[in-house]
């Protein structure tokens, strides 16, 4: 099976796999709630980071992680250093989660390289439009 991973913006939320990694049930219903509602169809869940690295390579397409950084076993950070080694996976787009939400927890998830930033508790009014634009290719860097 040949892993396609999309690089190039996705024109509609319709197109996209998302791949959520959240180990806390109430927060990914309410984001698999969020995205349903944008019309996403494809949208799978795994609890912790060395789940998604098993995982994601097993999926026919990847477009976008929404990954949160503290998550049991290994770490958002782990698990993102492995996701870029992965010769399938490493222009995924993974965007970085977290209740840690200060300049500090941006710049580290910056450096280590995450394409994009979401705190929780998320906005519901903005996540609509934060995934649209990173599906976009558009770099969305919130934790305010």
Not at 33 to 62: D, I, Y
């Amino acid at each position: 099976m040949t892993l396609q991973n999309t690089s190039d913006a996705i024109s509609s939320p319709q197109e996209a796999y998302i791949l959520v990694v959240e180990d806390n049930v109430p927060n990914f219903v309410m984001i698999a709630r969020l995205l349903a509602q944008m019309g996403v169809n494809h949208c799978e869940w795994k609890t912790s980071g060395w789940q998604v690295v098993q995982f994601a390579p097993t999926l026919p397409q990847v477009d976008l992680i929404i990954m949160d950084i503290d998550l049991p076993y290994e770490d958002g950070y782990q698990a993102l250093r492995k996701i870029r080694s992965h010769p399938r996976l490493h222009e995924t787009r993974v965007i970085a989660l977290t209740a840690t939400a200060n300049q500090d927890e941006v710049n580290r998830a910056q450096a280590a390289g995450f394409d994009g930033f979401l705190s929780k508790p998320l906005d519901a009014e903005r996540f609509p439009s934060q995934i649209r634009r990173i599906l976009a290719n558009e770099s969305v860097w919130e934790w305010r």
